[in-house]
């Protein structure tokens, strides 16, 4: 076990450059300043400093930027837009989430599976060693070495003071200039002290953490998981295929439905059109997760003799992939279904997307039995990292506002109670709507917005546009809670 973790460990890290120090320094002051009202833009700015600082640590340990590399901190910082453009929290949760996972691979540079999987690991214990790291890099510069700090921060507190005396008495002079200030400069008011110090140490700490992974990262590439044992030819294949033709009988049955309509199917079966589409697709989505996990295990213990035993796995793991892909099609189709009668949701556009992905992942599978799968690792978390960052950008409360108006449009039914619930981004495809509807979904999201007014570096873009829209045209004064009511009931039940 000791060598097994002195393997991986990380080595001692080089001397923090000064560079790194001012760039953690940068980081602090801009999480004091900017994160204590919101997260929009402002993550992005203090994600910048963050970079530099891991930037220059990495260089000061001989590590040079490689095209992955690349690839991992461009995606990252790219995926902290979300948070700028869109009001609603739950994609920008998983732009964050999903931006420190691949913010984490370009620090440590992983590989294979246990490197993808494992690297935030890394990330998490820097957190701890990263900060004395850091304070000894300062130490030796404020203690009479050459290149002392000390003057610099001193000039910097001088010119501090000097801003504020001069700062305040311009914006008594000019009640313009004073309206300039308030919009740009960030509050930092006495009575939020606490929590602004608690911005500034988790911002320095956090920049530091970075900067120390990228200086000596674990080496998790190096963690060997032992080779399963390999199977004879007809114990592996013959479950296997027999899978393949129930998949195959499966699809012909999906194929017949599709070319014969679905009006017999349902006359035979009993079932509504909607109660076809809601059994079958959870049924399907937990079918692709089995079968994803029956090829990583037949992989696993596939034969491995020579070239017929390779031949064996890729026709007999291809024919399962490509009658899984059509699985994923009919899964996706049934939810189209569902959605066509009862509108588009949350929870059904997430698990619709998530069907998507995993199809993309069979694909890459079958794309690795030809030209090998030293790629794969990086292709699936780079496609996953792809996937919330297109789903953020595409607005998915915008979208589900969209489509339900367009089904309102069609059939006359409308979730209002729904509609009241979704975020400033469906603000522009509710506005659409013919009064007094459209004040009923809005009335909601409207007093949120006039509740909570954020700064410029705390608004999305998202948030700023609906301003725009509900500025340019008043609710309507009929839509009170009465009627509000009546029209919920009665668009509910038509």
Request: glycine share 10%; with cysteine.
């Amino acid at each position: 076990m000791e060598s097994w973790f002195a393997d991986i460990q990380a080595g001692t890290p080089a001397p923090v450059r000064t560079a790194t120090l001012w760039a953690a320094l940068a980081t602090g002051l801009l999480s004091m300043l900017l994160l204590g009202e919101g997260l929009a833009v402002n993550l992005l700015l203090v994600a910048i400093p963050v970079t530099l600082g891991a930037y220059f640590a990495a260089g000061r340990a001989g590590r040079r930027p490689r095209p992955w590399t690349l690839v991992w901190g461009v995606g990252a910082l790219a995926l902290l837009v979300v948070p700028a453009l869109r009001d609603a929290d739950w994609p920008s949760f998983l732009a964050i989430a999903a931006a420190v996972a691949v913010g984490s691979l370009a620090l440590h540079g992983g590989r294979t599976w246990t490197g993808m999987l494992f690297g935030p690991i890394g990330l998490y214990t820097s957190l701890i060693t990263g900060p004395g790291w850091g304070w000894r890099g300062l130490r030796e510069r404020t203690g009479g070495a050459r290149g002392n700090v000390g003057p610099v921060l001193r000039a910097t507190a001088v010119a501090a003071v000097l801003l504020v005396v001069f700062g305040a008495l311009f914006a008594g002079a000019d009640a313009a200039f004073a309206d300039l200030l308030a919009g740009l400069v960030p509050d930092a008011s006495v009575s939020g002290g606490p929590w602004h110090a608690v911005l500034f140490v988790l911002g320095v700490v956090g920049a530091l953490a970075a900067a120390h992974t990228a200086a000596a990262p674990v080496q998790w590439d190096r963690v060997e998981v032992p080779a399963g044992r390999p199977h004879g030819r007809v114990e592996w294949a013959l479950p296997l295929v027999v899978l393949a033709v129930l998949f195959a009988a499966f699809n012909a049955v999906q194929l017949a439905v599709l070319f014969g309509g679905y009006d017999a199917v349902l006359e035979k079966t009993g079932q509504t059109y909607s109660e076809y589409a809601r059994q079958g697709f959870w049924q399907l989505l937990l079918v692709t997760l089995l079968t994803l996990l029956v090829i990583v295990l037949a992989l696993r213990w596939a034969p491995r003799d020579g070239a017929r035993d390779r031949t064996l796995v890729r026709g007999v793991l291809g024919t399962l992939c490509a009658l899984a892909l059509v699985v994923v099609a009919s899964a996706v189709r049934r939810m189209d279904m569902y959605v066509e009668a009862y509108g588009l949701t949350r929870l059904r556009i997430s698990v619709v997307t998530v069907e998507v992905w995993l199809g993309l992942v069979i694909v890459l599978i079958m794309v690795a039995g030809v030209l090998g799968a030293r790629w794969l690792p990086r292709a699936v978390l780079a496609s996953a990292a792809a996937g919330v960052l297109a789903f953020g950008i595409m607005s998915p409360d915008a979208l589900i506002a969209e489509r339900n108006v367009q089904r309102y449009e069609r059939t006359g039914t409308f979730d209002l109670d729904y509609a009241r619930g979704l975020s400033a981004d469906a603000v522009p495809a509710l506005d659409e709507l013919d009064e007094p509807l459209r004040s009923c979904a809005l009335k909601h999201i409207a007093e949120d917005l006039e509740a909570d007014v954020a700064p410029w570096y705390a608004t999305s873009w998202g948030e700023a546009h609906a301003r725009d829209i509900l500025d340019g045209r008043a609710l309507s004064p009929e839509a009170d809670w009465r009627e509000c009511s009546r029209l919920n009931l009665d668009l509910a039940y038509r």
